[in-house]
């Protein structure tokens, strides 16, 4: 699954892009790993603090499921993680067209409660009967 995703990413990049390809480190490893790029093609590498600049992010009130505030990525993701533990009321959700490679939908962020542990809640994209098969087991 996820070599044809980036298989498909690289193709669409060189109609492009050309001659050259900028991928992200992790892509550009992966890729030369499993000989994906072909040998002609120049590979910049893109700088890893722009992967998530187009990410959707929320703050979101736990209680209540209402909407605190939409935040800008470019500002909000140089915040810690430490965030999450002073406004424990709070969780983070994420969405970003990087979570498509891994097939998630979006992310949520918080801290438990109870235990003060942080938790991320990952949203599967599946098809519809695997998604009727994974029911049966797990409710």
């Known amino acids: 699954m ?3 995703n980036i298989q498909t990413y690289i193709e669409k990049e060189m109609n ?12 550009k490893e992966y890729a030369l790993q499993k000989e994906l790029i072909p040998q002609n093609l ?9 992967r998530f600049k187009d990410s959707y992010i929320e703050r979101v009130d736990k209680e209540t499921d209402e909407l605190i ?4 990525p470019l500002s909000f993701l140089d915040t ?9 009321s ?7 067209k990087w979570f498509e490679f891994i097939k998630l939908d979006g992310c ?14 990952t949203g599967l ?10 029911k049966t087991i797990f409710c």
């Not at 120049?42 to 722009?50: R, V």
């Not at 949520?108 to 809640?121: H, P």
């Not at 994209?125 to 994974?134: D, S």
């Open 125 to 134: 994209h599946m098809q519809k009967k695997v998604r009727i098969f994974t």
């Open 80 to 88: 810690p993680l430490s965030y999450l533990k002073e406004h424990r």
């Open 69 to 72: 505030a939409e935040e800008s």
């Open 90 to 96: 709070e969780f983070l959700y994420v969405e970003s």
């Open 2 to 4: 996820l070599q044809s």
């Open 42 to 50: 120049t590979i910049e590498e893109k700088e890893a603090s722009s």
């Open 16 to 27: 492009v892009q050309g001659q050259s390809l900028s991928l992200y480190q992790e892509e």
């Open 108 to 121: 949520s962020f918080e801290v438990d409660d109870v235990f003060g542990t942080y938790k991320v809640l």
